[in-house]
């Protein structure tokens, strides 16, 4: 006899997240597959079927938010997985909640400023349409390097949220990172130019994640082209470990001394910290001294992180 949905979602839940179980074990066992799983669990936890008790000392995710909110003064929601998601699965649901964290904030007439990269193009993908009138889109930093204009891929990042949100594109067509300040400078004096960067700093919300060097899914700007070996033996020396909108940051928050950001398209820590509510979004091992550097660089009103980087963040604070 065919179960119907409320069954359908409640087994998936209940085999997930109460046993443990695989996406992959969840599927055969209700004869389906490993996206429907997916597509099941984000409905039971919208729904609200799903609510989750963790009585583990090791991942006290009440404790672990009020640690860092207590350090660095952000709103943090952690969000809990099963342990043995991967990293794929890991960002997928990291981008759920934050979309879900988004979608309640905007409303008519705000410009909500994105940093393109992995992360947000998940939460692109997450997003529930939300009919407002008179919203913007504007790209916090440039995309293009030598192989290609970028346009492509911001065009079908910033669509997302255009769509979700009613909203209009502006998009910033200029290099990720210039061959020369000076060339920066000139570019910033352009008045279409301007017009962008005006639009940023008045933006109502803000949405970005942290670059790493490292980790299984590789961020965007490290694994694309923008960068060549020089740049990296330097990134190294200065000992970067990580990047907020392709400025690069130490682990200290520091990154006023380091030479590339004067070539970076993106808006510095201090540019960002104008900008009301700033949402970071993390997931992942790599991303983890990089997260702290940003924190300690203030980049962040909101935080949303999975528990196994929350509690890898508390340890190195």
């Known amino acids: 006899m065919p179960t119907s949905r409320a069954e359908d979602l409640f087994i998936a839940a209940s085999l997930y997240y109460s046993q443990g179980q695989t996406m ?26 799903v609510s989750i008790t963790l009585n583990d000392p090791s991942r ?16 943090v929601t952690v969000v809990p997985l099963p342990r043995e998601t991967d990293e794929m699965e890991r960002l997928k ?10 979608g309640r904030w905007m409303g008519p007439s705000m410009v909500l400023a994105v940093a393109w990269g992995n992360t947000t193009a998940a939460i692109s993908q997450e997003l529930r349409p939300k009919a407002i009138r008179g919203a913007a889109v504007v790209q916090l930093n440039g995309a293009a390097n030598t192989r290609t204009s970028g346009v492509s891929y911001t065009a079908a990042l910033l669509s997302g949220f255009a769509r979700a949100f009613n909203a209009s594109i502006m998009d910033f067509p200029v290099p990720t990172f210039f061959d ?7 570019m910033w004096r352009e008045r279409s130019i301007t017009r962008v960067l005006e639009a940023q700093a008045k933006a109502d919300i803000a949405l970005m994640s942290v670059g790493s060097l490292d980790g299984t899914l590789p961020s965007h700007v490290y694994a694309a082209g923008y960068l060549d070996s020089r740049d990296m033996k330097m990134l190294k020396h200065e000992r970067v470990v990580g990047d907020v909108c392709t400025v690069f940051i130490r682990g200290d928050g520091s990154y006023e001394d380091i030479a590339i950001n004067r070539r970076a398209s993106g808006p510095t820590p201090a540019q960002l910290r104008a900008i009301p509510r700033r949402l970071m979004v993390v997931a992942g091992d790599a991303k983890v001294d990089g997260l702290l550097g940003a924190l300690r660089a203030g980049v962040a009103t909101d935080l949303v992180v999975d528990d196994r ?3 890898l963040l508390a340890q190195r604070m």
């Open 93 to 102: 649901m990291v981008a759920s909640e934050a979309a879900g964290v988004l």
């Open 60 to 75: 006290d995710l009440e404790g672990v938010a009020a640690l860092v909110r207590g350090r660095f003064g952000v709103n």
């Open 180 to 186: 020369s300040p000076a060339t920066k400078e000139m």
């Open 309 to 311: 980087t929350a509690g």
């Open 24 to 49: 992959e074990a969840v599927a055969r066992r209700l004869g389906t597959s490993r996206s429907t799983v997916s597509r099941l669990l984000k409905a039971a936890r919208e729904q609200g079927i």
